[in-house]
C-alpha cells in the first residue's frame, strides 16, 4: 500500500508558477507510476498527466502539455507537477495518484489504486 501527500499549492497570479509535490510512503516508490489530477469547482476530476516508475517516461493531456511537466526523484520518494504560464482556469484541487499502469499514450483514471488528500492551486486573474 502508498500513503501520498500533496504539498506546495497556494494562491498565485495568473502568469505564475508554482511547483507541486507528492510525497510517498508505504511502498517501493519505483514500483509505481505516478498520475496527476485535478478538480475544478463544480467540476470533475480530469487527468493531466503521468510518470512511468522506474525510467521516468511521460504523458500529458493536451491540455496542459507545454505548461505542465511532471518529474520524480525515486530516491526522495517523491513526485513534482511544475506548473508554468497559469491561468484562472487552472484552479482546483490537485491530486497525485499511484498505479502499476503506465502508457506512453493515454491516461486511465481507473488504473491508480491510491491518491493523496488533494491540495488547492488558486489562480488570480
Known amino acids: 500500500e502508498v500513503q501520498l501527500v500533496e504539498s506546495g499549492g497556494g494562491l498565485v497570479q495568473a502568469g505564475g508558477s508554482l511547483r507541486l509535490s507528492c510525497l510517498a510512503s508505504?511502498?517501493?516508490?519505483?514500483?509505481?507510476?505516478i498520475g496527476w489530477f485535478r478538480q475544478p469547482p463544480g467540476k470533475e476530476r480530469e487527468g493531466l498527466g503521468s510518470?512511468?516508475?522506474?525510467?521516468?517516461?511521460?504523458y500529458y493531456r493536451d491540455r496542459v502539455k507545454g505548461r505542465f511537466t511532471i518529474s520524480r526523484d525515486n530516491a526522495a520518494n517523491t513526485a513534482y507537477l511544475q506548473m508554468n504560464s497559469l491561468r484562472p482556469e487552472d484552479t482546483a484541487v490537485y491530486y497525485c495518484?499511484?498505479?502499476?499502469?503506465?502508457?506512453?499514450?493515454?491516461?486511465?483514471?481507473?488504473?491508480?489504486?491510491?491518491w493523496g488528500r488533494g491540495t488547492q492551486v488558486t489562480v488570480s486573474s
Open positions: 510518470i512511468s516508475g522506474s525510467d521516468g517516461r511521460t
Open positions: 495518484a499511484a498505479g502499476t499502469y503506465y502508457s506512453d499514450y493515454r491516461l486511465l483514471e481507473g488504473s491508480f489504486d491510491y
Open positions: 508505504g511502498s517501493t516508490f519505483g514500483d509505481y507510476a
